[in-house]
C-alpha cells in the first residue's frame, strides 16, 4: 500500500562511481526526507524538503546532494561512491499541513559499495 | 530538547509471550507519538499513533497509551506470533520535527 517509491531496491557498485537514488510519491506532501540506516538500525536524517526549490541538509554530514524539482521528486546523488557510503537508504514523506501527520516511508534502497 | 528513548534490544521471545518495549520522550510542546514496524529488508511503516494525553493507540494487537504523566508510550502485545518479528522504532512528531528512538529487534520463535 505504499505511496513512496524508491529504485533500485538494491545497488552494487564501484568506488568512484556516480550514483542517484530515485524517490517519487503520489500522494501530493510537501515535505520530504532522505534518512540513512546503518547496520545497527539506527535512523540518521541526511536530508530534507520544504517543497519544490527546497533543500535542507538533516543532522547527519553526508557527501550526497538532493534536488527537487517537482512536488512528487526527490532524488539523491552520489558523485563519486565510497565504501563508507555502503547503507540503506531511506525516503520519506509528510503533510506539513496535518500537525500529527505521520511519516510515510518508502521500501528503501540497499546500497553496497565495492 | 527533544529526544526518543527505547529499550534496547535484541528481544526474544517464545510465540504467544506477552510483549512490552519500553519507550520514553522528552519534547517540548505537545508531541504526538507514533510506533512503526520495520520488517526485514523493508522500510519504516506505521503500526499505531497517538496524539493527545491519555489517547491509545492500537492495531495488529498491539496497543500502546500516551502517558503524559510518566512521558512513556510503551507498545505491548499480548501473544506475539513468529511473523510479529521485526524491528520496532517508537517516535515523536512536535514542532514539524520528527524524532526517532533507536529502534528494538524483537525475534519470535516457535
Known amino acids: 500500500e505504499a505511496d513512496i517509491y524508491q529504485t533500485p531496491r538494491y545497488l552494487v557498485i564501484g568506488t568512484g562511481k556516480k550514483i542517484t537514488l530515485e524517490c517519487s510519491q503520489t500522494m501530493g506532501h510537501d515535505k520530504m526526507y532522505w534518512y540513512q540506516q546503518d547496520p545497527g538500525m539506527e535512523l540518521h536524517l541526511i536530508h530534507y524538503?520544504?517543497?519544490?526549490?527546497?533543500?535542507e541538509k538533516g543532522d547527519l554530514s553526508s557527501e550526497s546532494t538532493v534536488s527537487r524539482i517537482r512536488t512528487e521528486h526527490f532524488p539523491l546523488t552520489l558523485e563519486s561512491a565510497r565504501p563508507s557510503h555502503t547503507s540503506q537508504y531511506l525516503c520519506a514523506s509528510s503533510d506539513p499541513a496535518d500537525y500529527n501527520s505521520p511519516l510515510h516511508f518508502g521500501n528503501g534502497t540497499r546500497l553496497t559499495v565495492t | 530538547g527533544n529526544s526518543v528513548t527505547q529499550m534496547e534490544g535484541p528481544v526474544t521471545l517464545s510465540e504467544e509471550a506477552f510483549l512490552t518495549i519500553n519507550c520514553t520522550y522528552t519534547a517540548t510542546g505537545y508531541p504526538s507519538l507514533f510506533w512503526y514496524v520495520q520488517y526485514p529488508g523493508e522500510g519504516l511503516q506505521l503500526l499505531l499513533k497517538?496524539?493527545?494525553?491519555?489517547d491509545k493507540g492500537s492495531n495488529k494487537g498491539f496497543e500502546a497509551t500516551y502517558r503524559k504523566e510518566t512521558t512513556s508510550f510503551h507498545l505491548e502485545k499480548g501473544s506475539v506470533q513468529v511473523s510479529d518479528s521485526a524491528v520496532y522504532f517508537c517516535?515523536?512528531?512536535?514542532?514539524?520535527?520528527?524524532?526517532f528512538g533507536t529502534g528494538t529487534s524483537l525475534t519470535v520463535i516457535p
Open positions: 524538503s520544504y517543497g519544490v526549490n527546497s533543500t
Open positions: 497517538a496524539t493527545k494525553a491519555d
Open positions: 517516535a515523536l512528531i512536535t514542532g514539524n520535527q520528527f524524532y
